[in-house]
Nanobody
C-alpha cells in the first residue's frame, strides 16, 4: 500500500501562487504515476495534472500554462506549482498515486482563491 500526505494549500488572492506537496510512503516502488485532482463544492472530482515514473506529464486544459507538476526524486514526492491562480481554481486538491494493483488517495488540501 501507498500512503500520501499533502501540504501547501491555503488562501491566496487571484493572480497569486501556491505550491502543493505530496509525499508518498509505503510501497513507493510500485508507483507508476502520481497526480493531482481537485473537487469544488457541488462538482465532480477532476484531473488537474499527472506525471509518470518516466517523467511524462499531462494537464487539464484549464491549467495548462499556469500549473506545473514535478517529481524531482521520482516516486517519493510530487509537487504542483500553481501560478496565476483564479477564483475558479478554488477546490480541495487531492494527491493520487497509481500502482500496479490500484490507486491511493491523500486526505486533500484546501485551496481558496479570492477575487
Amino acid at each position: 500500500q501507498v500512503q500520501l500526505v499533502e501540504s501547501g494549500g491555503g488562501l491566496v488572492q487571484a493572480g497569486g501562487s501556491l505550491r502543493l506537496s505530496c509525499k508518498a510512503s509505503g510501497s513507493i516502488f510500485s508507483i507508476n504515476e502520481m497526480g493531482w485532482y481537485r473537487q469544488a463544492p457541488g462538482k465532480q472530482r477532476e484531473l488537474v495534472a499527472t506525471i509518470t515514473s518516466g517523467g511524462s506529464t499531462n494537464y487539464a486544459d484549464s491549467v495548462k500554462g499556469r500549473f506545473t507538476i514535478s517529481s524531482p526524486n521520482a516516486k517519493n514526492t510530487v509537487y504542483l506549482q500553481m501560478n496565476n491562480l483564479k477564483p475558479e481554481d478554488t477546490a480541495v486538491y487531492y494527491c493520487h498515486a497509481l500502482t500496479i494493483i490500484g490507486g491511493s488517495w491523500g486526505q486533500g488540501t484546501q485551496v481558496t482563491v479570492s477575487s
